[in-house]
């Protein structure tokens, strides 16, 4: 039994002190009050150590972020790889790491493209909301009527710029939620697939 | 309620149903209303009702830990050291809300499915 256990420590050791402090005097505990002594009985009664690792770790993993943890884009790339690198390090999930990462850098080119266009076109607005108030304001004695419509116009243009500038940036937050979302789900799949064979 | 099917359990006749998070709590919660248990009891009580696997216990304890439905405390049995479980009183409220949720939930399943 301890050799079980001295296991599954070396596969917790990415976690936090507590976490694998936690798990193991649980499953410590667990095994005594069932009996369990010898290692063939331990994988039939909890699955080998790596499996039950990588179910604790899941489970954290997924909870942690779910809980609110850091919501910024860095640690949203971390989260990704995470999830990447536990996948494709497991030779049958290769092909689901493959389309995890190929959804989400379709989804960050997709966002890239996005940011660039719409940032030209709030810059384009903004200069001509310049433009047309600066002549709206040297024109006021030649043109009036012209230049309170071009007045008029300028300040659209400033408020639409406003409007898209907003937009963009709810993207981006968004965008980081989808990519963790996605993943999430992902690696939900490849927990179910590894389940499969844990009896 | 997420319906986020995340765990897999394995019946013996060969149906595998997957049971939403919630619930599981809900069946964790339910049972420590009851009485404080320790780990490995928690788990054979669960399994006398649904057909889950012996690792799933330990997140779902985990997480009712961390969002504080759920608190733990040491006895010494035989020379060695145990830990119960207990509910909290706000384990008491999700419970109770969880029991509606599943309710709602279950009657509409009865209604398509048929009974």
């Not at chain 2, 006749?13 to 049971?19: E, N, P």
């Not at chain 2, 069946?27 to 057909?51: F, H, P, R, W």
Request: net charge negative; charged share 20%; glycine share 8%.
């Amino acid at each position: 039994m301890q050799t079980y256990l001295e296991e599954l420590k070396v596969y917790l050791n990415k976690l936090p002190q507590a976490d694998i402090e936690d798990a193991l005097s649980y499953y410590q505990e667990y095994l005594e009050d069932a009996g369990i002594n010898t290692y063939p009985a331990c994988i039939k009664e909890l699955g080998t150590p790596v499996q039950l690792a990588r179910r604790i770790r899941a489970d954290i993993d997924v909870n942690d972020y779910k809980n609110g943890g850091i919501s910024n884009e860095q640690s949203t790339w971390q989260y990704f790889s995470k999830i990447f690198i536990a996948m494709a390090s497991v030779p049958v999930l290769l092909p689901l790491a493959g389309v995890l990462g190929a959804v989400v850098a379709l989804l960050f080119a997709i966002l890239v493209v996005t940011l660039l266009f719409t940032s030209c076109i709030i810059v384009l607005f903004i200069i001509s909301f310049l433009e047309l108030m600066y002549w709206a304001i040297t024109n006021l004695g030649l043109y009036f009527n012209l230049s309170i419509v071009a007045f008029g116009a300028s300040l659209m243009l400033l408020g639409a710029s406003m409007d898209l500038a907003y937009g963009l940036q709810k993207l981006t937050v968004n965008f980081t939620k989808w990519i963790r979302q996605f993943s999430t789900w992902m690696y939900g799949k490849t927990i179910n697939k590894m389940n499969g064979g844990n009896k | 309620m997420s319906y986020n099917m995340i765990l897999n359990i394995n019946g013996d006749d060969g149906l595998a149903i997957k049971v939403a998070k919630t619930l599981l709590d809900g069946c964790v919660l339910g049972l420590l209303d009851q009485n404080d248990m320790y780990g490995y009891e928690l788990t054979k009580q669960v399994q006398e009702s649904i057909a889950v696997s012996n690792s799933t216990m330990y997140p779902v304890m985990r997480r009712l830990k961390t969002d504080g439905l759920v608190d733990t405390y040491d006895e010494s049995f035989e020379g060695r050291n145990r830990r119960y479980y207990r509910i909290t009183d706000a384990g008491v409220e999700h419970l109770a809300a969880i029991r509606k949720e599943w309710q709602d939930f279950k009657n509409g399943i009865d209604q398509l499915v048929g009974e």
